[in-house]
Protein backbone atom coordinates (compact mmCIF):
# COMPACT_ATOMS: atom_id res chain seq x y z
CA UNK A 1 0.00 0.00 0.00
CA UNK A 2 1.45 3.22 -1.42
CA UNK A 3 1.67 5.83 1.42
CA UNK A 4 3.20 9.08 1.71
CA UNK A 5 3.71 11.46 4.67
CA UNK A 6 4.74 15.42 4.47
CA UNK A 7 6.52 17.28 7.20
CA UNK A 8 8.52 19.91 7.89
CA UNK A 9 6.74 22.76 7.30
CA UNK A 10 6.41 25.51 9.51
CA UNK A 11 6.54 29.64 9.94
CA UNK A 12 9.22 31.16 8.36
CA UNK A 13 10.65 34.70 7.94
CA UNK A 14 11.51 35.95 4.13
CA UNK A 15 14.63 34.97 2.92
CA UNK A 16 14.68 31.98 5.21
CA UNK A 17 14.86 28.40 4.31
CA UNK A 18 13.18 25.16 5.31
CA UNK A 19 13.60 21.96 4.72
CA UNK A 20 10.69 19.58 3.94
CA UNK A 21 10.40 15.82 4.45
CA UNK A 22 8.43 13.18 2.33
CA UNK A 23 8.52 9.50 3.97
CA UNK A 24 7.16 6.74 1.49
CA UNK A 25 6.11 3.41 2.60
CA UNK A 26 5.15 0.14 0.98
CA UNK A 27 7.84 0.97 -2.10
CA UNK A 28 10.50 1.89 -3.66
CA UNK A 29 12.02 4.88 -4.75
CA UNK A 30 13.50 3.44 -7.61
CA UNK A 31 10.07 2.53 -9.00
CA UNK A 32 8.29 6.00 -9.00
CA UNK A 33 8.52 9.35 -9.68
CA UNK A 34 8.43 11.89 -6.92
CA UNK A 35 7.40 14.92 -6.92
CA UNK A 36 6.49 18.32 -4.87
CA UNK A 37 3.13 20.13 -5.04
CA UNK A 38 1.70 23.50 -3.29
CA UNK A 39 -1.78 25.01 -2.74
CA UNK A 40 -1.97 28.29 -2.00
CA UNK A 41 -5.53 29.07 -1.33
CA UNK A 42 -7.83 30.00 -3.87
CA UNK A 43 -5.12 28.55 -6.08
CA UNK A 44 -4.26 25.54 -8.54
CA UNK A 45 -2.24 23.10 -7.37
CA UNK A 46 1.12 23.91 -8.58
CA UNK A 47 4.28 21.52 -8.74
CA UNK A 48 7.25 22.85 -7.31
CA UNK A 49 9.71 20.01 -8.07
CA UNK A 50 9.63 16.42 -9.54
CA UNK A 51 12.74 13.15 -9.04
CA UNK A 52 13.25 9.86 -10.55
CA UNK A 53 15.53 8.53 -8.28
CA UNK A 54 16.50 5.69 -10.49
CA UNK A 55 17.67 7.80 -13.68
CA UNK A 56 18.29 11.08 -11.41
CA UNK A 57 16.34 13.00 -12.65
CA UNK A 58 15.02 16.35 -11.46
CA UNK A 59 12.64 19.00 -12.79
CA UNK A 60 12.04 23.02 -11.36
CA UNK A 61 9.91 25.01 -12.59
CA UNK A 62 11.46 28.89 -13.01
CA UNK A 63 9.34 29.90 -10.10
CA UNK A 64 11.74 27.95 -7.68
CA UNK A 65 14.47 27.50 -9.98
CA UNK A 66 17.72 28.20 -7.98
CA UNK A 67 16.03 28.38 -4.49
CA UNK A 68 14.68 24.91 -4.43
CA UNK A 69 16.62 21.80 -4.35
CA UNK A 70 15.17 18.37 -4.45
CA UNK A 71 17.15 15.49 -3.00
CA UNK A 72 16.63 11.83 -2.01
CA UNK A 73 18.08 9.36 0.66
CA UNK A 74 17.04 5.89 -0.84
CA UNK A 75 18.24 4.49 2.97
CA UNK A 76 15.56 6.28 4.26
CA UNK A 77 12.68 5.99 1.88
CA UNK A 78 12.02 9.71 1.98
CA UNK A 79 12.74 13.07 -0.62
CA UNK A 80 13.40 16.12 0.84
CA UNK A 81 12.84 19.60 -0.46
CA UNK A 82 15.16 22.40 0.63
CA UNK A 83 13.73 25.93 0.54
CA UNK A 84 15.62 28.65 0.53
CA UNK A 85 15.52 32.65 -0.28
CA UNK A 86 11.83 31.51 1.08
CA UNK A 87 9.66 34.51 -0.19
CA UNK A 88 5.79 35.07 0.62
CA UNK A 89 4.46 33.81 -2.63
CA UNK A 90 6.10 30.25 -1.45
CA UNK A 91 3.54 30.35 1.39
CA UNK A 92 1.11 27.35 0.35
CA UNK A 93 0.12 24.07 1.88
CA UNK A 94 2.93 21.50 0.41
CA UNK A 95 2.58 17.87 -0.69
CA UNK A 96 4.28 15.05 -2.15
CA UNK A 97 2.82 12.61 -4.90
CA UNK A 98 4.26 9.52 -6.03
CA UNK A 99 3.98 8.13 -9.92
CA UNK A 100 4.91 4.19 -10.90
CA UNK A 101 7.62 4.13 -13.36
CA UNK A 102 7.57 8.03 -14.39
CA UNK A 103 10.58 9.95 -15.19
CA UNK A 104 11.13 13.56 -14.24
CA UNK A 105 12.09 15.21 -17.64
CA UNK A 106 10.11 17.84 -18.40
CA UNK A 107 7.43 20.40 -16.97
CA UNK A 108 4.78 17.93 -17.87
CA UNK A 109 5.93 16.22 -14.71
CA UNK A 110 4.75 18.64 -13.05
CA UNK A 111 1.72 18.37 -13.52
CA UNK A 112 -0.58 16.78 -10.68
CA UNK A 113 -2.53 14.60 -13.08
CA UNK A 114 0.80 12.77 -13.63
CA UNK A 115 0.43 11.37 -10.29
CA UNK A 116 -1.43 8.68 -8.61
CA UNK A 117 -1.06 8.66 -4.78
CA UNK A 118 -0.47 11.85 -2.57
CA UNK A 119 -0.35 12.56 0.82
CA UNK A 120 -1.09 15.03 3.26
CA UNK A 121 0.28 18.49 3.52
CA UNK A 122 2.09 20.22 5.56
CA UNK A 123 1.47 24.53 5.64
CA UNK A 124 4.68 26.70 5.15
CA UNK A 125 4.27 30.16 5.76
CA UNK A 126 6.62 32.82 4.79
CA UNK A 127 5.72 36.04 6.87
CA UNK A 128 7.34 39.70 5.39
Known amino acids: DVQLQASGGGLVQAGGSLRLSCAAS????????IGWFRQAPGKDREGVSC????????YYPDSVKGRFTISTDNAKNTVYLHMNSLISEDTAVYYC?????????????????????WGKGTQVTVSS
Open 97 to 117: AAAYGAQCQSVVKLSPFEYTD
Open 51 to 58: TSSRDGSV
Open 26 to 33: GFTLDDYM
